[in-house]
């Protein structure tokens, strides 16, 4: 089962803020390490071109949803009770009674071990209204790591306890986060909710606590920038190194606070950043159905900022704790530095902030991280066995709250169940905050939980080993099929994401299509890169409605060559159809580049007379023209054989093309190829154009495959 949700992707969201827009100079980011923490962007649409109407309400018509809540009950002992039916359940939305349609029973047998989960479906007559959404309801968890109430022996127990709850206690189907807390940069997220569990690990593993970005202590909670170094900060020993902590983090900052000073890192945060952060996160998590266990490690904060109740960060605290509760989240704090202190003012640590956060929003405090393995087997108790229950409703676009009840008619049993919803708003009338987690969860999420976006074909070219220009993006954008999202303002992002979670290129404008005669225009952008792997995201959409269409492809940039030969994938033409580009940059004079003056520079032999093949290939063509770039390096007189197969990926057959090359010409060390293939009659179907290249006096080769689709 699987309910319409909103706004996940939470905690990411403001890499799009808009305080933190700005130019960005066309050099390597890996140059500018302050640029990491912080995303770059470009306009790339004249002032003259945007829209100035009024943003008309988006009208949704009424329609029928199922809504999913998720039920734990257990017995007089605290035992889960496993044997409940859908006829043992009472359901009440908004004190009105409702039919429970359909139900699930999540069971894990052995909690100790890692296994697999037995589920029982029963499914019951739904209204012919509404079509069955058919999703499990999976465990979610997040693992939040404080760094600066923290100290580094406390940071690497801290990873060690999540490290073994997830490799002895998470379920495949489990949905894991991964977050942290610092000084600098506040709350930052190293890995949405996924089931890929491998990437969880690596993000546990790539959290640092840098010497700017924690170890402020817990004594007071505000840092110790401003008062001398705390015993915590003080401690960096061995114990640092083994924590592979470092003075910066390798993961990307990806700010939650809009209105953050970038440059105030070097002095203390205000306490209140953190309860404003969280409750920020805990407002964008109740858009996610079921319960979302937050598993916190921290030290807390001093026993002393709560004596006084009506101080703002006593009452601050104290909202956050409720809102955390109202989203339906639990949080399993974990104190890693418990045992560090013996005496009388171990009140100082914190534990008193970490027992009163659990308690209100329904988890549980642990005063030790060192002891994770029982830590471990008890959340897994406590959040293994549970039910799910879904029932239909009229979907209304308000943003009211609906109050969840739910009993059990087997007497001697306690229900625990989230305590309600949210009904989603017109995008219009969404905050900016919502309004980034909504941008966010269209280009990063491979299932949008706000929508069903189109689908964009988009090509992804390295095209030199040089750091400077060396990536083309490219994708082929049909008016006709996107009709209905670029009606009013529409707005374009292009969004380049490293496999370390950095932000390594981007740029976001507002874009006037109705200016656009053509009915098929090519956008392309390019982008200077490091070596390594990279997620490439564009992004068109509607600013009035937030429809929106996305397109996404992961590239890999080749390491310079030092000696032998490389081809780069070569961007293929259509003959015979005429292409119109139009180009993400800095600053444009024109909307439409009827001559792709930036393009032509790295693929000469553009004209208006062909268009790019970025996916698909009208069958019947018979003949493509390739520009082809062939980097040499440290080779005499180098005398380089071409040839050119076609794969078919149904039947794998591997076929010689015969090919000839119209042109040449030489930039620097890289010859660029104008050639024409010849194809055969083609059947719909994917295939692929596979280059080879062989230096004849050495024996170096080169190869590079591109991609296509006959329809």
């Known amino acids: 089962m699987k309910e319409q949700r909103i706004l996940i992707l939470v905690l990411i969201f403001v890499i799009f803020s808009f305080p933190i827009f700005s130019q960005k100079a066309n050099s390597d980011l890996t140059d500018q390490p302050e640029l990491k923490a912080i995303l770059s962007l470009h306009s790339f649409n004249p002032e003259s071109l945007q829209q100035k109407k009024e943003e008309q309400a988006l009208q949704h018509e009424v329609t029928v949803v199922l809504k999913l809540v998720q039920v734990f009950v257990v017995d007089e002992k605290g035992n889960p009770v496993t044997d409940l039916t859908t006829d043992d359940f009472i359901l009440f939305d908004n004190k009105e009674l409702k039919t429970i349609t359909d ?25 012919e209204k509404a079509p069955l959404k058919s999703s499990q309801m999976n465990r979610k968890f997040f693992l939040v790591l404080d760094l600066q109430r923290n100290s580094p022996k406390g940071v690497k127990a801290s990873k060690e306890a999540a ?11 489990d949905e894991v986060g991964v977050l942290s807390f610092s000084e600098i940069t506040g709350l930052d997220l190293h890995r949405y909710l996924t089931t890929d569990h491998q990437k969880v690990r690596e993000a546990i593993k790539g959290i640092k606590r840098g010497i700017q970005g924690g170890g402020s202590g817990s004594g007071s909670g505000s840092g110790s920038r401003k008062g001398g170094v705390s015993p915590l900060e003080a401690e ?28 105030w890192g070097h002095v203390g945060r205000d306490p209140l950043d953190f309860t404003k952060e969280i409750k920020e996160m805990a407002k964008a998590l109740r858009y996610i159905p079921g319960y979302k266990n937050i598993i916190f490690f921290s030290a807390g904060f001093a026993k002393e900022m709560f004596r006084d109740k009506s101080t703002p960060f006593a009452e601050g605290y ?10 339906s989240c639990p949080v399993y704090t974990i104190n890693p530095v418990g045992q560090e202190s013996h005496f009388a003012g171990r009140e100082a640590m914190g534990e008193h902030s970490l ?7 329904g988890g549980r405090y642990f005063e030790d991280a060192s002891r994770y393995e029982t830590i471990a087997q008890e959340i897994q108790n406590i959040t293994s066995n549970y039910y799910v229950l879904g029932y239909y409703i009229d979907e209304k676009w308000d943003g009211e709250f609906h109050k969840i009840e739910v009993q059990v008619k087997r007497e001697g049993c306690k229900v625990y169940a989230q305590g309600g919803f949210y009904n989603p708003k017109p995008f219009t009338e969404l905050s900016d905050f919502e309004k980034q987690l909504h941008l966010i969860d269209l280009a990063l999420s491979d299932e949008p939980y706000f929508q069903q976006p189109i689908r964009l074909p988009l090509l992804a070219l390295p095209c030199s080993d040089k750091k400077k220009s060396n990536l083309v993006l490219l994708s082929e954008l049909n008016l006709d099929e996107i009709e209905e999202l670029i009606k009013q303002k529409t707005e374009m992002i292009t969004l380049i994401i490293s496999q370390e979670n950095m932000i390594a290129d981007s740029s976001q404008g507002e874009i006037n299509f109705s200016k656009i005669p053509q009915k098929t225009i090519y956008h392309y952008s390019i982008s200077s890169l490091s070596p390594g792997e990279y997620k490439c995201h564009l992004v068109i959409r509607n600013l009035n409605t937030g429809k929106g269409a996305v397109g996404s492809i992961s ?16 961007l293929l033409l259509i003959p015979e159809k005429e292409g119109f580009y139009l180009r993400a940059s800095k600053a444009m004079e024109k909307e439409v580049q009827t001559e792709p003056v930036s393009l032509i520079n790295i693929y000469p032999y553009l004209s208006n007379q062909y268009s790019p093949l970025v996916q698909d290939l009208e069958q019947g063509k018979n003949r493509l023209l390739g520009v082809l770039r ?29 090919f000839s090359i119209i042109s040449s010409e030489r930039d620097g060390e890289t010859d660029i190829l104008l050639i024409e293939i010849e194809l055969p009659d083609l059947e719909p179907g994917d295939y692929s154009l596979e280059f080879l290249a062989r230096e004849a006096t050495t024996g170096s080769e080169s190869q590079v495959t591109q991609t296509f689709r006959v329809k």
């Open 103 to 127: 139900f699930e029973k999540h069971l894990l047998f052995k909690p100790a071990e890692k296994v697999s989960e037995s589920r029982e479906e029963v499914k019951l007559p739904v209204p």
């Open 555 to 570: 590239v890999i940039m080749p390491e310079p060559l030092d000696s032998g030969i490389k081809l780069s994938p070569p």
């Open 355 to 361: 027992k009163f956060l659990s308690e209100m929003s």
């Open 630 to 658: 062939c980097s040499i390096a440290d080779i005499e007189e180098p005398n380089v054989e071409l040839s050119v197969y076609l794969n078919q990926h149904s039947t794998e057959q591997k076929d010689f093309l015969p």
């Open 236 to 263: 960096r020993t061995q114990a640092e190194q083994e924590a592979g902590l470092g003075q910066e983090s390798s993961m990307t900052s990806l700010l939650i606070t809009p209105q953050r000073d970038p440059g």
């Open 163 to 173: 490290m073994h709850f997830l490799d002895t206690q998470i379920q495949p189907s």
């Open 318 to 327: 104290e909202e956050m704790g409720k809102e955390l509760a109202t989203s």
